[in-house]
Nanobody, 124 residues
Framework: QVQLVESGGGLVQAGGSLRLSCAASGRTAGTYAMGWFRQVPGKEREFVARIRWSYGSTSYADSVKGRFTISRDNAKNTVYLQMNSLKPEDTAIYYC?????????????????WGQGTQVTVSS
């Protein structure tokens, strides 16, 4: 089992920045990929970004490319999401996600472990 704990959410004005963190604990030795999803009420949870743990390769949703950056600290078993130029439409609950087997991490169905979520609110 892997436990994920997010932090760093909050309220920010449009154009501002926030950095989310997600610390993994438990059986993290076999982590294959970690990432972020987000969800607003009444909508499905959507992919934001992911990073492959060993190679560090990244992937982003088109809606956040050029504004968000995902990174990791292997020693701390922590993944980060730096969010710049935030827009009101980025408002959502952001969830950390992980999988420990080879495969994708761009659909909610591909996620093995979820964090509890952290609220990000961007005011206009």
């Amino acid at each position: 089992q892997v436990q994920l704990v997010e932090s760093g959410g909050g309220l920010v004005q449009a154009g501002g920045s926030l950095r989310l963190s997600c610390a993994a604990s438990g059986r993290t030795a076999g982590t294959y990929a970690m990432g972020w999803f987000r969800q607003v009420p009444g909508k499905e949870r959507e992919f934001v970004a992911r990073i492959r743990w060993s190679y560090g390769s990244t992937s982003y949703a088109d809606s956040v490319k050029g504004r968000f950056t995902i990174s990791r600290d292997n020693a701390k078993n922590t993944v980060y999401l730096q969010m710049n130029s935030l827009k009101p439409e980025d408002t959502a609950i952001y969830y950390c996600a992980a999988r420990t087997t080879v495969g994708g991490l761009s659909r909610a169905s591909e996620v093995a472990y979820w964090g509890q979520g952290t609220q990000v609110t961007v005011s206009s």
